[in-house]
């Protein structure tokens, strides 16, 4: 009776090593590709600097520039700041900055009334964000800016390539990208225009969660949920709300997207005001 | 849990996008809220529900119903996740269907059963027989539409596993699917309940991920070379095999040799690194190693040559002839190659290799690559990137290829560790003591050109005025340092190549070195320019097809009429003329005497100028 019971159990010890070992090599693999495609960013692209949302996507992706360089962050980290984001992002910033000695630029974004006044409320606050890039871009004569944009965010940032070259002013035609084969990423950027460089492009919400945990990469503490409620998404507090969720730990969090039907973004305003409110961010330049 | 990656193709209306939003609702990862969102958007254009529109985001494929560029979709169900790659059908496209193809486990391939398989589809298959994948999935899609939906799949489904036999593609599936009625898709339906096999989800489960190679030769790619604290760091990705601690790595194609004393996988310290590890690796001696180079161990080294035959996909806007340069990148080495000949271009209709000219966009060929650098490159190896690699054309990538054989030059076993020597006498003493420099002068034309005879004349002219003089002449040189080779492309470049070797040793050692060479193909000569690259003079001597061919010195023009000479210039094989040529000799119209005189003159030139002397 006895050497049955510890059959079984073996057997399911097994069978949950087997799969900590796949999801293991599976982070392992994505962790390699963003790793690569950093350290070709870094040889191939200069001068170069890298976006900080502060969020955990970009977190995460700072995380892996430290693995990519030995522990050092080689290019600026600049945080395009409009003033508007949560006290708890600040602070998480000021103290993670601290802590990893990071190299940071702050971007002070330009007022609302500079940007397209065509574009619905909740989008025009957004495109501060694109013109703060803009005006860094112009200034600091940036070849290269690397970003923690995924692919399953959104649908069309699922048309993104990983080196996607932008024209000066940032505008971006999804019709004419390059191609992309393999790991050979276009380099050749003409005077004036630079590159956006996605290396996390194939992770999803999921991914950077579980690898966060294993990781235990730190993160602003409003991903956890208080009083039933958590933001999934951290953007700028006028326009981002939280989800209903009782997701209090990382470990909540991944069991509540492994079932999830909402979106990611459902609480980010400026993504569901109208139609093609994104697509026309995105092609004039957002991130 | 399994995670595949999964590559959508067929034809534009084939419904690629529909079966991928039939997926998605029914696996029920559409919210209520999304679906009613979908079936008013889908009647504001007066069409019933469309479920491509989950996917198809831009409004400008929505207004058209079309899929513009590669988006991805993520599909989960309880014991597997996919993503999947929904490439556009379109034939103008194809750079995209190639970025999203290039990256994942297996390819699906919808196919209509209104329409069968068409020439865009044919061209597909074409292209994912290039990208190397044997084992794909086929729906054969809207049989709701058929009037005897069994019947209808029979017939399709032997038409595609014919097509596909051509191409050496053995389906994993061939299965049914109405995917606007979802019909065998996630679960079977009413329009398939005469099919026993599997639905389109519990196939696509039982697809294997393409692995990298751990068990294959090691290959360490090098990325790049980082300082931290007085240590060098040479930082890179393992592509295959298993690094150790301890290893002794020979990096290609420079050929330097040193003993890895640290793996770091930051933050950690590592004893060993599998396939596709990102590492840095510390080394026990500060040999000269750089971004492009590729480490082995030196029993197992990667094939070394200067010729590459290779199989492309052509997309640039603009066609490409043989005598074009690109700019080869091959894991992360870049070098200049010459397109030396487009070997056969693949007709998509028959798939039976037929020549061609040129390469025009979307062209699937066989090429002949030449480079004046060594390349190393593996040919074994399916997954390898030092196998892949693309073309760049003034900084746009307008190929992507694969090698299939590395030409001129055998594996480098046995020539590791070798460090050349520092001369004793420099250059500029040899000159001075001749009263001139050293040079080479490559004589290139047609057969009886008259390339010998005015080699000759001018020797014994400079000779008579003290200059140390040599002719290296092709046919002398065939019967001894190249009594191995022959006339195919291969052995001509390899002639070329050792001719020059030596031509350039002799310049050295302050010879003015004329040689006489047919030297058909502008890639070889650029090959013996790259030998002795500051004293190199091309000398193009001219002479007219017919003149060339009455004159016959030695009979050859004749026997290459009558069919008993292969590969003979100007009959049975090309001559490529030199485009900007250092100097020219014209034959046709000069007696021997003066076309030497003039040589004569233009070689002083080049040799008794100070600045022309190799300091």
Known sequence: MRSVTSKLSDRRADSLNGMATTLDAYLDELEARTIYILREAYSCVNPLAMLWSIGKDSTALLWMVRKAFLGDVPFPVVLLDTGMEFPEVYAFRDWLVDEWNLPVEAELCPPESTVDQTLPPASRHAARKTAGLRALIEREKYRGIILGIRRDEQAIRAKERIFSPRNGDGSWDPRMQPPELWEYFPYDIPDGAHVRIHPLLHWTELDIWRYTLREKIPYVPLYLAKNGKRYRSLGESNITFPIDSNADTVERIISELEVTRQPERAGRAMDNESEDAFERLRTSGYM | ?615
């Open chain 2, 1 to 615: 849990m399994k995670q595949l990656r999964i590559v959508m193709v067929g034809d534009v209306d084939a419904g690629k996008s529909t079966i991928l939003g039939r997926l998605l609702v029914d696996v029920g990862q559409v919210t209520e809220e999304k679906l009613r969102e979908l079936e008013s958007s889908s009647a504001k254009r007066g069409v019933p529900i469309e479920y491509s529109f989950l996917l198809d985001a831009f409004q400008v494929e929505r207004d058209q119903a079309i899929t513009l560029d590669v988006s991805r979709v993520w599909v989960r169900t309880r014991d597997a996740e996919f993503v999947f790659v929904d490439a556009p059908g379109h034939r103008e496209l194809i750079r995209n269907l190639l970025s999203g193809a290039s990256e994942v486990d297996a390819p699906v391939m919808v196919v209509a059963a209104d329409e069968g398989i068409t020439p865009q589809t044919r061209k597909q298959a074409l292209f994912l027989q290039w990208l190397g994948f044997r084992d794909i999935l086929v729906a054969i899609n809207k049989l709701d539409l058929a009037q005897d939906p069994q019947a209808e799949f029979q017939r399709r489904k032997t038409e595609v596993a014919e097509f596909l036999a051509q191409l050496d593609i053995i389906p994993h599936a061939i299965l049914p699917v109405a995917a606007r009625n979802g019909d065998n898709v996630v679960t079977s339906g009413s329009l398939t309940a005469w099919w026993s096999g599997p639905t389109l989800l519990e196939a696509l489960k039982a697809l294997e991920r393409r692995e990298r190679q751990a068990g294959g030769p090691l290959r360490f790619l090098v990325q790049d070379v980082y300082r931290r604290d007085g240590s060098r760091f040479v930082a890179g990705r393992v592509e295959s095999g298993e690094l150790h601690c301890g290893d002794y790595l020979t990096f290609w194609p420079l050929q330097t040799g040193a003993r890895v004393t640290r793996i770091v996988q930051w933050p950690r310290v590592v004893e060993r690194a599998s396939a596709g590890s990102p590492v840095a690796i510390e080394l026990d001696s500060r040999v000269f190693v750089d971004r492009g180079a590729v480490g082995s161990r030196a029993s197992d080294a990667p094939e070394l040559g200067h010729v590459l035959q290779a199989r492309v996909v052509w997309l640039g806007a603009d066609s490409a002839k043989a005598g074009e340069t690109l700019r080869l990148r091959l894991g992360t080495r870049e070098i200049p190659v010459t397109i030396q000949r487009i070997d056969e271009v693949i007709d998509p209709e028959t798939i039976e290799p037929k020549s061609a000219e040129e390469l025009r966009s979307g062209d699937v060929a066989i090429v002949t690559l030449v480079s004046r650098e060594l390349i190393a490159a593996d040919v074994a190896l399916g997954g390898s990137s030092i196998t892949r690699f693309i073309l760049v054309r003034n900084g746009t990538i307008v190929a992507g290829g694969r090698v299939d054989a590395v030409v001129g030059r055998a594996r480098g076993e046995g020539a590791t560790n070798v460090v050349a020597m520092t001369s004793s006498v420099e250059t500029h003493e040899r000159s001075e003591r001749n009263g001139h420099g050293g040079g080479v002068f490559w004589l290139t034309g047609l057969p009886s050109a008259g390339k010998s005879t005015v080699a000759m004349a001018v020797q014994r002219m400079l000779f008579e005025r003290g200059r140390n003089v040599y002719v290296l002449d092709g046919d002398t040189l065939r019967t001894t340092l190249n009594v191995d080779l022959g006339f195919s492309d291969e052995d001509r470049a390899e002639n070329v190549r050792r001719t020059a070797a030596v031509a350039g040793v002799f310049a050295d050692a302050g010879f003015i070195v004329i040689c006489a060479l047919i030297s058909p193909f502008a890639a070889d000569r650029e090959l013996a320019r790259a030998a002795y690259p500051n004293g190199f003079n091309e000398i193009y001597v001219s002479c007219d097809l017919a003149t060339a061919e009455r004159r016959d010195v030695k009979g050859h023009y004749q026997r290459a009429r009558r069919g008993e000479l292969a590969h003979f210039t100007g009959v049975s094989s090309p001559y490529e003329i030199p485009k900007a040529p250092d100097f020219v000799v014209d034959t046709t119209s000069q007696r021997v005497e003066e076309s030497a005189a003039m040589l004569l003159e233009y070689i002083e030139a080049q040799v008794l100028e100070p600045t022309t002397l190799r300091a």
